[in-house]
Every structure is written in structure tokens, then in C-alpha cells.
């Protein structure tokens, strides 16, 4: 296919300034709409650099840590407390039917496979953080630069029609991958790589100040996924032994919850990959069963993902994701294989 007869990918600027697009499961207030309930545009200029840039940010952030940005007191942040509740729809009881509709909003990610499609009912979910786990060369981080291209399609195809945004912490990032994708589902590459927001992180501190970043462009563009790659990396190295297990447990629980924030106010699909380590089985059993791994994390992690998918290796060069938790899907697994092209569909023939 010609460069010139390439479909563009979404998230152009076209699509970035909101012309003729819908909002796909997107809850997010400007945080300047609050100025109608006397909150002082200097205090709405402190809160955007500390890195909260919507009304649903607010109200949904404990006031202890709100009061950490600076020159914002405990008052004014009660005040803007305040003012968001009769702003935002978010606070408050609705009905399950009006849960229901917001629900239909909600779209799905291909990942390039259709039977790992078919056990998501669709793809990734977006409004919601999905976990990719397992060892080295599963794909975790194969299937992420998928996303990061199919994401750009047309809704009807499978995609979201907007930007990518990814975080790599372990330098596993390659554009030249996005190319190989793009050309695989007819996008033009030059499009799809403008369209990916990219950053490395070397530490946790840098990683959250990325999320906080991250909050900003999506006030003013159309996201469609988030990829940290891995989210759990960074914490593995920066806090070591049992001594630090708990401060590492509350820093990787506080950068889950704001990647929920941001999932539940643009609706983007946020996935994060993680790390293994040998499960200690102990016994007789131990000798029987092979080799048994279990996520980084602990419980921090399975609690705050809503979907989890183990990736493991098979026969023929294939992979296999099995669902291991989530809250309307069964447990079952699909085989997938990885190409030049990124994921694609496994053929035992």
C-alpha cells in the first residue's frame, strides 16, 4: 500500500481538539470550571502543577495528600473540595441502570490476536488497569507495542482511536516495532510513531512525576492507552530487603491508585506489565508441579488491577495467556504467537 493511500492512525490533531469525537467512557471536568464557585485561578494554577488538571482529581484524592501541593492549606483544599462535589457527577449514589449506560461507553483494545480477542471478549478493556505477568520472552512487553499501534484504529477495527502514552522503565522500548505493526494493519507509520507519547523512567520518583505529567496532556488530547513497562521494575531495585517492604509496598500502592485515576477520568485502557519470581511451594508437591511463579506485588498488585493475565511459553514457539482474575470474564487461556508483525494468531497446523 502506497504512503499516500494509508488510513491515518487516530489521535491526530484533528482528533486531538475534539472535533466530531465522542467521549468513550471519558469523566473528566476541566479543573477551571471551578472558578464559577469563587476558587481563586491562583489556586487552580498550583493544583495543575502539582499535577491535578480535573475536577474528578479532587474529589477523588485523599485531602492529606492534596494538602502536599505546594501553597495549597488544608482550608483551601476543603474549599475545593467543596466546589468539585457540585461539579463533578462522580460523588454521590446512581443507579445500577445508569451504570449500565456509562458501561456501554467502554471499549476494547485488539491485541492483534483473535483468540487472546475472543477470551477478553474484544480486547483490553479500557477504563481499567489490565496486568500482563509472567518470565521473560512471554510477550508482555511484544504485546504492548501492539497496543500501542492498534490503539490508533478505528473503533470499528478493534482500536480507540487515539494516542498511545508509554512508560518503559527496563530500556525494552522500540519504535522500529511500532513500524513493523503499523505496516502489518495498513496504518501509515510516520502517524502511528507521532502519535506515541514516550518516556523512560530510571526511578520511582521520576516515574510518578510522569504519571502526574501524563494527567495534563490527556486534559488536552484524546488518549487511548497507557503502557508502563514494567510498572513493578523500578521498585524491585530502589527498595531492597524486608526492611523496606512496607515503605515499597504504600509508594507501589499510591502509583497504582493514580493510574485508576486516570483510567476512570479519560477512559483510557491502562496496562502495566510485572515481573516473577519462583513460588515457594515446599513439599513433596514441589517436585511434581514444575516450575511455579507468582507476581510481584503482592497483594498491593492483585487488588489493584481489575484484570490480571498470566503469559507463559508452549509448544512451537507459541505463548499462552490465561485469565487469573477478573470481574466479569472466566477463567480460560488462549494461544497467541510472536512475530515481526507483534502478536498475531497461533497456528497448530
Known sequence: MDQAE?????????????????????????????????????????????GFH????????????????????????????????????????HTAKENMLVRQSILKLTTGCKDVDDILE??????????????????????????????????????????????????????????????????????????????????????????????????????????????????????????ELASRQNQLGRFLRNLARLAAQFGVAVVITNQVVVADMGGASAMFAGPQVKAIGGNIMAHSTTTRLYLRKSKKDSRIMKIISSPCLPEREASYVVTAEGVGDFNDG
Open 6 to 50: 494509508r488510513p491515518q492512525a487516530g489521535g491526530d490533531e484533528e482528533c486531538a481538539e475534539g472535533e466530531a469525537q465522542q467521549d468513550y467512557g471519558v469523566q473528566a471536568t476541566r479543573l477551571e470550571e471551578l472558578v464559577k464557585f469563587n476558587i481563586a485561578q491562583a489556586d487552580i494554577t498550583k493544583m495543575k502543577a502539582g
Open 54 to 93: 480535573t475536577v474528578e482529581a479532587i474529589w477523588q484524592t485523599p485531602t492529606k495528600e492534596l494538602t502536599e501541593v505546594k501553597g495549597m492549606s488544608e482550608a483551601k483544599i476543603q474549599k475545593l473540595k467543596e466546589a468539585a462535589m457540585k461539579t463533578t457527577t462522580l460523588c454521590g449514589f
Open 122 to 243: 474484544g480486547g483490553i478493556e479500557s477504563g481499567s488497569i489490565t496486568e500482563l505477568y509472567g518470565e521473560y520472552r512471554t510477550g508482555k512487553t511484544q504485546i504492548c507495542h501492539t497496543l500501542a499501534v492498534t490503539c490508533q484504529m478505528p473503533i470499528a477495527h478493534g482500536g480507540g482511536e487515539g494516542k498511545a502514552m508509554y512508560i518503559d522503565t527496563e530500556n525494552t522500548f522500540r519504535p522500529q516495532r511500532l513500524v513493523q505493526i503499523a505496516e502489518k494493519f495498513g496504518l501509515d507509520p510516520d502517524s502511528v510513531l507521532d502519535n506515541v507519547a514516550y518516556a523512560q523512567a530510571h526511578t520511582c520518583e521520576a516515574q510518578d512525576e510522569l504519571i502526574k505529567a501524563a494527567a495534563g496532556m490527556m486534559s488536552d488530547a484524546r488518549f487511548a492507552v497507557v503502557i508502563v513497562d514494567s510498572a513493578t521494575a523500578l521498585f524491585r531495585t530502589e527498595f531492597v530487603g524486608r526492611g
